[in-house]
Every structure is written in structure tokens, then in C-alpha cells.
């Protein structure tokens, strides 16, 4: 059972206030009931689904909603902790392929999906996507669900001959971070009904809705970008967020100027290792009786340089881009906190001209317009999402944190451990001497 | 009093013998039981260092240390009594003198070093200051195992002159110039440093010098190599001190997570700490290499006085036989070897009978003399073989036995230094797991 905040649901637009039971709406009007999932909502809520709901400036909101009750409590149930058995869409980016083709050269991945959902016609997918595809499905999750933090993408360009964008190690990064993104979709309880993510997910080819897609994405971009409007009154709770990001983003900067300098330092001990270890094999060739533990020691010394080699790849491959990718996150976040600003301040400006043209015409104050009402709703709707999305980014980012710490200092652990053991399987060999003096320690 | 006591010993105490299966031991006790040795009877050891300052030999005031060299005999000690040692002061330059004097005095045998005069293969971080209060520290222990391997040599531990440095605190020095080692120690450096063939060395020898080469070589080496290794792991381990710094102001930041984060940063800080112990343990492990460095020099040194004395030996035989061949052919008028006098008969017509029997008999003189001679070197040589190679394979046994122990105690140092990084980081992987 999920403590804290409901779930936001699909959000909705036009509909009359009173018909519509918002999360936040819930709260202020305070029956603690409310606050709790429970079989009540799920039946209040129903109602939305079958409607056809559009967005506040008419474009058609393109998310599947809940179909029934019961697929909503498991949204609702499935909070933070990953439960196998919660969840029902499943996915998966890896098998990394290179193609060559005469126009250019490219990377898919493979996406496998696997679900008991009923938005989706096959309860298994395997389809081939490149990174372009990726970033359709993300600029489709953008302009449809404009209220919610999408998870970041890893970088879009690369400097070409700077990065070999088909080396093993780009490539891999890559897909762990493509694989992250899709999760992270697939875990969210808007997101992942998207329709978009399901032609993503099961489609054969992507390119024919690509061409149709491409011309919408232009149209739409300009919707959150900025009305002018200046915010006079953001929440505190907003403010605050905005200064943990800041404040976030500094120290993520810092982890990884301090993990890229320790990586720096590492392969500098590791070049003076290598030297060292051969030494002792010079040596040990022009001795008789310290041949064995001179050889002993270089072998250890050998063995001990690979471990470091290792540790070092480790913390390249798995530390720094996961700090990489969490900064595009904060800078995700910081643009969502935006467009809510935005929002807010647009209803703000137009509450206050409404409020100023009621004054000049003085007429009866029951009709409030319409469109100011539009705008509450966005705005309640706006941080309703925002808040429930905040919270699950916060739960998600210190559970990643959690296992990517601890994940270095296993790394070093086993590190520790190798060397370890080099050292101690050598001890004997010092020890053993010749058989004319044989001697027990 | 203590000196007739002294005497009464040392002359029990010559040609005992010591079985090789004894020298498993640790140096020290090794040192005492091996071959007849002072250090049987008295307790040797350098216990302080102090700073001084004086005048110079050109009258310029200068800052210097001075050691404390404290001896107790063991019989003293062994009636229950435990009295305080006699002690003097003396500083790095007249253990030089002393060291000097042996290897001039005893050419044949291995002369144990002394530390470094100067610090050299330092890391960044390790002064090469001769003051730094580690360094004087470090040389003080150089300097007793100096005396304490001397003391416990079988030749060299008889000598008097060393037995009057640990004793005698004035007169030491005038006493060792009386015995005129100054003259004979400017020829070895002379000879030391010449270039001359050998055309029949002892092969061992000839071996050896090679061997020494390398080892001074090698050590020389490995000795750079492990302070750039020295220099490369502090910076590792120091850096993940910031570590500390950033995960105690994220922890600020954050409700859950902070107190996670703080005690994992605590422990990178302690990780950080933990290098300056380490590489001060390790320091030691590059003294005792740095000892096989100098050794080798000192190796190398026997192996070239063997084949001065045989050069030598070999130039009075080939001056012999040519002056016998010279003899020769003035008997029997038969020139078969070039002379200034051959061709200047040849020009200026032959010389007088008398000329002729003046010249055989300064022959015949110089011919007895180099008979003298090359019997003196062949003996010279045949001895001190026999006393450098007894001398080299004690010092292959010890250096065999002590370099084996700096790898075990090398090896048991990594040990333990891999076992602190496990304990850190599992501590810290706790506090992660907490987050």
C-alpha cells in the first residue's frame, strides 16, 4: 500500500470542476479519506476513461487512461518498491548491432517487451530501434504529457573524432543508459500507458509514423515554451525544489570532477606499477636462491596492476555515467519546473485581467470565464503531476544512489580482495627455501 | 679495567667456527651468534641523536648531528645488575673514517655500508632535508646496524680501532690516522678507478663483478620505480578525501539520505589518513634495499682488488720473464727481443766487455729481485682469494638470508595494507546500503 501522495492520474481538461477529483483539489478540500487510494477513487476515476479528453488548448491529450479500476490500484499499489509481481509491462534495451548502409552507419539495440497488459495486442515484442527512434519516443512523451518529468536520454551528439561512436565501451554506455530511460518510462503510471510508448514498443517500423510525427512535433513544441506571462507567487514547495536541483547539480558536478581525477590518478599508479613489477623479474634472473621469491613478487605485483586496471574500467563504465546521466535529469526537472511557472503565471495574468474587466463591467460575479477556470485547472493539474512526480524522482534517486555507492565500494572491495589474495598466495614462496636448507617457519 | 677484560677475551674468542644450519634466525641474533664476535660480549647500540652546532675546519659555523653510541658488556648484565652503559657522541663523518679505515685495512673483506648520506630516491612528499627530524631518525638506524654487522663480523669485529670508536670518545680520530691508512686508502680509490686487462682473473671473481653490477643496477632501479609508485598511491588515496568534503554538503541537502552519506564520507576521510602510515612503513622496506645497493658497491670493490693484485702479478711475471730473455741474449749475443741498446749497437757498433758485464749483473740484481716479487704476489694473491672468496660466500648467505626477509615483510605490509582498504570500504558500503 503506497503512504504519501495518490498517484497522479491522466490528466484531464475540459470538464467541469465539480466532476473532476483532483489529488490536490482532494487535499484542500480535506477529507482524509481521499488521500488514501482506495476503492473509492478507483470508481470516482472511472468515469474519465471512457471520455475523450483533450488538453487545455485543445490538443487531443494522446494517453491511454486506466480502462478499469482494478488496473488503476495497481497503478496506485506499485509505489516505489519494484515488486515482480506488481508489475506487468516489462522491457528491455540491449543486443547492440552495427549497420551498415550506403547512406550512413548506425547502432539498434534491441527492445523486448513483455506484458499482461490490455493496451497492448501481443503479450511479447521484439523489436530493433536506433537512437533517433529514442528520441522521438522522447520528444512524443514531452509534448503529450507536458506535466510530467520525463526521464533524460544520454547525450545526442557526440564530437566525432573526439568519441568513436561505434568503440564497445560508447556503445555499451549507450545502452545501459537507453535501457534505464525506457524503465523508468515503463515504471511511470502516466508515462508508461502513453500511446506513443506502445507504438514504440510494438510497432515493426517506426519511420512511416516518424514522417507523420515530424510534422506535428513542430507545431506542438511552441505550446509550453513561454506565454511572457512574469510569476508573481510560486509555492514554496516549488521554490524549494528548484533550490535542491541547484544545489543537486553542484554536487553532482564535484562527484564526477572528483571521480575523473581519481580515475586520472589510478591509471598514472597503474603506468609506475607496471614498470615495477619487471624489475623483479631482472632481478630474479641473476640470482640463485631468490629466484623463486623474486619471481614470486613480480608475478603478484603483475597480478595486482591487472585488479587495478580493472577497478579503473569499472568506475569508468558504471560511476561516471550514471552521475552523467542524473544532471541531465536535474536539467529535465528544471524545464518542467519551468513550463509549470509558466503555466501558473499565465492563469495568474489572466485571473487578473478577468478580475479587471469584471470591475469595468461590474456585472454578477457567479461567471467566473471559463478560460480563467481552464487555467486553475492546468495549473492544480500542473502540480498535482509535478509533485507526484518529484516525490517518485526523489525515491528513485536514493534508491539508484544507494546502488551506485555501493556498487564502488564493491568495486574496491574485490579490488582490495584480488590484490589480497596475490599477496597472500606469495607468502609460502618467500617462506620455502631451497631443499639443502630445508626449514619450517 | 674493562679494556684488560677485553683483552683476556679476544684472544679466546679467535677460529670458532659457526654451522650454517644456525643462521635461520633474525639478523640481530644471527649477528651475535655468527663467527667469534665482539657483539657476544658487549651490547652495541646508537640510541639518540642530538643537533649540534660548531666550528668548521675553515672556521665557519655550522649545524650538524651527533649520534649517542652506548655500550654495556653483557657480563655486567648478567649478574642481575643492570648498569647504565657507557656512551659517546659522534657524528656521521667519523663513522665514514671508521668505515674507510676497514676497507682499507681488510681489502678482502665485504665492508657493510652506511646509510645514505644524502636522501635520495625520495617521493614527493618525504623531505630530502639531511635535518628532517624522519631522516635523522632513519640514519640513526642506519648507523647502528652499521656497527652492529661490523661487531659481528669475525674479522672485522677484532679490530682495535673500532673497538676504540665505540669506547673512546677523544683521540679516536688521531688514532686512526697514526696507522697510516690515508696513504694506502688514496691508491685504492687510484686503483679502484683504473682501467687495466687481466689476462687471468679468477673466474669467480670476474663473475662476481659482474653480479655486483647488476645488483647495483637492479636496486638502483627499483628503488626509483618505488618512489614514483610511492608518490602515485598517496595521490590516489588522497584524493578520495574529497570524497569526505562533497558527500558531507550533499548529506546537507538531503532528508533520508544524509545520514548515509555523512558517516560514508567520514570513512573516505579516515581511507585518506591512512596513506602517511603506510608509505612510512614502507620506507623501511627501501632502507633495507637501499643497504644491497651500497653492499654491492662494496662486493664490486673485492672483486677488483683481486684482479689489481693479479694484474700486478701478472705484470712482475711478464717483467721477469722478459728480463730473463733479456739475460739471454746477452750471454749468448742472440737479439731476439727489441732494446734500445740492441739498435744502438747496431748503429754505433757493439759496446765494450765492460759495459757488456755491468749490464748482466744490474740483470741478474733485477732478475733475483723479481723472483722476490712475483713469489710476494703469487702468495699475496693466493691468500687473499682464499680470505675474499671465504668472505663473499658469508655475505652471499647473509644477503640471500636478509633480502628474503625485506620481501616477507614487504609482502605481510601489502597484507595489511589491502585488509585496511576492505575494512574501509565495507564500512563505507555499510553506510551506503543505509542511504
Known sequence: MSAGTPKSLASSGQKPIQDICHPLGAEEVAPAGLRTPSPDVGNATSSIGEKDLSLPNGTPVETSSPASSSSLLNRLQLDDDLDGETRDLFVTVDDPKKHVSTMETYITYRVATKTTRVEFDLPEYSVRRRYQDFDWLRTKLEDSQPTHLIPPLPQKFVMKGVVDRFSEEFVATRRKALDKFLKRVADHPVLSFNEHLNTFLSAKDLNKRQGLALLTKMGESVKYVTGGYKLRARPMEFTAMAEYLDMFSQKLGTMDRIAQRIIKEQSEYLVELREYGPVYSTWAAVEAELHEPLEGVAGCVANCSSALDELTEDMSEDFLPVLREYALYVEAMKAVLKKRDNVQAEYEAKLEAAAFRKEERATSVQQVPTDVERCQDRVECFNADLKADWDRWQSNKRQDFRHLLTGVADHNIQYYEKCLAAWESVIPLLHDKQPQEAETD | ?435
Not at chain 2, 137 to 166: C, P, Q
Not at chain 2, 251 to 275: F, N, P, R, T
Not at chain 2, 345 to 356: A, T
Not at chain 2, 374 to 379: D, F, H, I, Q, S
Open chain 2, 1 to 435: 679495567m674493562m679494556a684488560e677484560a677485553v683483552n683476556e677475551k679476544t684472544a679466546q674468542i679467535e677460529g670458532s667456527e659457526l654451522a650454517h644450519t644456525e643462521l635461520e634466525n633474525n639478523k640481530n641474533k644471527t649477528m651475535v651468534e655468527e663467527g667469534s664476535s665482539l657483539l657476544r660480549r658487549l651490547e652495541i647500540s646508537v640510541a639518540e641523536a642530538e643537533k649540534r652546532t660548531g666550528k668548521n675546519t675553515v672556521n665557519m659555523q655550522e649545524t650538524f648531528t651527533v649520534y649517542l653510541v652506548e655500550t654495556r658488556p653483557i657480563d655486567a648484565m648478567k649478574e642481575g645488575h643492570n648498569p647504565a652503559p657507557d656512551s659517546l657522541w659522534r657524528r656521521y663523518s667519523e663513522f665514514e673514517l671508521l668505515r674507510n679505515y676497514l676497507l682499507v685495512t681488510y681489502p678482502y673483506i665485504v665492508v657493510p655500508p652506511l646509510p645514505e648520506k644524502r636522501a635520495e630516491f625520495v617521493w614527493h612528499k618525504l623531505s630530502a632535508d639531511n635535518m628532517d627530524p624522519d631522516f635523522v631518525e632513519r640514519r640513526r638506524v642506519g648507523l647502528e646496524n652499521f656497527l652492529l654487522r661490523i661487531a659481528s663480523h669475525s674479522v672485522l669485529s677484532n679490530d682495535k680501532i673500532l673497538y676504540h670508536f665505540l669506547t673512546k670518545e677523544h683521540g679516536w680520530k688521531e688514532a686512526v690516522y697514526e696507522t697510516g691508512f690515508q696513504a694506502k686508502a688514496d691508491s685504492r680509490i687510484k686503483a679502484l678507478s683504473a682501467t687495466f686487462r687481466v689476462k687471468n682473473p679468477d673466474k669467480r671473481f670476474t663473475e662476481m663483478r659482474h653480479y655486483s653490477d647488476e645488483l647495483q643496477s637492479i636496486t638502483s632501479h627499483l628503488l626509483r620505480v618505488r618512489a614514483r609508485v610511492a608518490d602515485r598511491l598517496y595521490g590516489v588515496y588522497k584524493v578520495h578525501g574529497n570524497y569526505g568534503r562533497v558527500f558531507s554538503e550533499w548529506s546537507a541537502i538531503e532528508k533520508e539520505m544524509g545520514d548515509g552519506l555523512q558517516s560514508a564520507g567520514h570513512h573516505m576521510d579516515a581511507y585518506a589518513a591512512s596513506v602517511d602510515d603506510i608509505l612510512e612503513e614502507e620506507e623501511h622496506y627501501a632502507d633495507q634495499l637501499k643497504e644491497y645497493l651500497f653492499y654491492a658497491e662494496a662486493l664490486r670493490a673485492v672483486c677488483r682488488k683481486h684482479e689489481l693484485i693479479q694484474y700486478e702479478l701478472e705484470t712482475a711475471s711478464s717483467d721477469l720473464i722478459s728480463k730473463k730473455q733479456q739475460r739471454e741474449e746477452l750471454a749468448t749475443g742472440m737479439v731476439r727481443t727489441f732494446s734500445f741498446k740492441g739498435m744502438t749497437n747496431k748503429l754505433f757498433g757493439q759496446e765494450s766487455p765492460e759495459q757488456r758485464e755491468a749490464r748482466l749483473s744490474l740483470l741478474e740484481d733485477q732478475i733475483v729481485e723479481g723472483e722476490e716479487t712475483v713469489k710476494e704476489k703469487t702468495l699475496e694473491s693466493q691468500e687473499y682469494v682464499k680470505c675474499a672468496w671465504v668472505d663473499i660466500q658469508r655475505f652471499k648467505e647473509q644477503k640471500d638470508r636478509d633480502l628474503r626477509e625485506a620481501l616477507i615483510s614487504y609482502a605481510i605490509m601489502q597484507i595489511s595494507l589491502c585488509k585496511k582498504g576492505i575494512q574501509v570500504w565495507s564500512n563505507a558500503k555499510e553506510c551506503f546500503q543505509k542511504m
